[in-house]
């Protein structure tokens, strides 16, 4: 079984910070690229940042220069230090990674449950 946790979502106003964490745990034989998508109302779920095994980020252009997205391999944690933010930042904010079980081949895919993240005044 392997698990992905998020936490530190919530309600915050316009201008304003957060930290979300998300961290694996389980059967984990090793971790691959990371990273945290989201969903708002009515629309489809994006991509926000990710972060590879090794340290590489990409951003989505909405987010670069505001937000940074960094890991912790040794507590196999991702984290995105969310800034500036916007009302319509307002979704709930998914973690993913690729995670390599014991004694399997191949990584697969996983998905946190979500984190809402709501932006207003």
């Known amino acids: 079984q392997v698990q992905l946790v998020e936490s530190g979502g919530g309600l915050v106003q316009p201008g304003g910070s957060l930290r979300l964490s998300c961290a694996a745990s389980?059967?984990?034989?090793?971790?691959?690229?990371m990273g945290w998508y989201r969903q708002a109302p009515g629309k489809q779920r994006e991509l926000v940042a990710t972060v590879t095994d090794g340290g590489t980020t990409n951003y989505a252009d909405s987010v670069k220069g505001r937000w940074t997205i960094s890991r912790d391999n040794a507590k196999n944690t991702v984290y995105l230090q969310i800034n500036s933010l916007k009302p319509e930042d307002t979704a709930v904010y998914y973690c993913n990674a690729r995670i390599r079980r014991p004694f399997e081949g191949r990584s697969r895919e996983y998905w946190g449950q979500g984190t809402q993240v709501t932006v207003s005044s």
């Open positions: 389980g059967s984990i034989g090793s971790i691959g690229a």
